[in-house]
């Protein structure tokens, strides 16, 4: 039976996600997972060390009741990525990207087309099949291509189908203001939000955990308050609950940071009614710039 979605409470989810990241780490690309799969990463995270569980015991445990309501189900694993192809080509205007960016295009559909063939290449039998943790289930990832935005896998448990997941890849700084929603973000923050994303190493059972690097918590939020679409008011919802089980929900409201980091730097000015909705929703005082944010503000 395939599923309507995945979360990575699926376990065959995880084990794509886990293994994508391992070999983008091992070719060297700087990466985060965002979107969808990132909420639900920083929502398992801080739950299985609120409860003290692993996974599997979280799914088992009825007094927590169904993982479902607290991860938004996706069939899309959303990472981005920074390639050194494109280093050259920040800054230059459209129409000389026109001229020079064809070739570094071709460059990285190359090594993602690379990636995507390991994962096929480096299975027990050499065509997408790996055992699961604990050898009790035998996962299977059948390539999907036909250009970028077709990439993904058809995905299998013990010779089932259980549905589809696709790749949703991010290249460099132009596909985050290029997004809908994204325009007036600065492009800055591409590369500054894959540089200091967090490693969560998460415990599936007593003998395996798997790491997802992510969006800071901080930056997450930023981009789901600026999109502001109905799946990102779900994802917003659940990341919260998820910090304020940690205690992590803004520690110092009166300055809208968490680890020190801003949230109103991110989003003021271009987004200041967003953020205002989201301050109001969840009972925080919007308080005036700082010198410090004024300043920096004053220089974007």
């Not at 998820?242 to 205690?247: K, M, V, Y």
């Amino acid at each position: 039976m395939e599923t309507r979605g995945y979360t990575l409470a699926n376990d065959e989810f995880a084990f794509l996600a886990d293994l994508f990241g391992k070999i983008l780490i091992e070719k060297d690309i700087p990466h985060v997972i965002v979107g969808g799969i990132a909420t639900q990463a920083h929502t398992l995270d801080r739950m299985c060390k609120h409860h003290n569980r692993d996974v599997s015991s979280l799914v088992s445990d009825e007094s927590i009741g169904n993982l479902d309501d607290y991860l938004r189900a996706t069939n899309a694993l959303d990472f981005a990525l920074r390639f050194s192809e494109y280093d050259t080509l920040e800054g230059k205007t459209d129409w000389d990207l026109k001229e020079s960016s064809g070739l570094a295009h071709s460059k990285v559909l190359r090594r993602i087309n690379e990636i995507c063939d390991a994962i096929v290449n480096r299975g027990i039998d050499g065509e997408g099949s790996y055992l699961s943790c604990g050898d009790e289930h035998i996962y299977n990832f059948k390539l999907e291509k036909g250009g970028l935005k077709k990439l993904g896998f058809r995905v299998s448990v013990d010779d089932r189908p259980t549905g589809s997941i696709r790749l949703k890849l991010s290249r460099w700084t132009k596909d985050l203001t290029g997004e809908e929603g994204l325009k007036d973000f600065n492009p800055d923050f591409y590369n500054q939000f894959i540089e200091e994303g967090v490693n969560l190493k998460i415990p599936y059972s007593k003998d395996c955990s798997r790491v997802f690097r992510s969006l800071r918590p901080i930056d997450l939020l930023a981009v789901k308050i600026a999109l502001a679409r109905p799946k990102d008011d779900m994802d917003i919802g659940n990341l919260v609950n998820a910090l304020r089980l940690t205690g992590e929900f803004f520690t110092a409201p009166e300055s809208l940071r968490v680890d020190g980091y801003s949230l109103r730097e991110r989003l003021v000015p271009c987004y200041e009614k967003q953020l205002e909705r989201f301050a109001s929703k969840y009972g925080l005082n919007l308080p005036p710039a700082s010198k410090i944010e004024r300043a920096r503000l004053a220089n974007r």
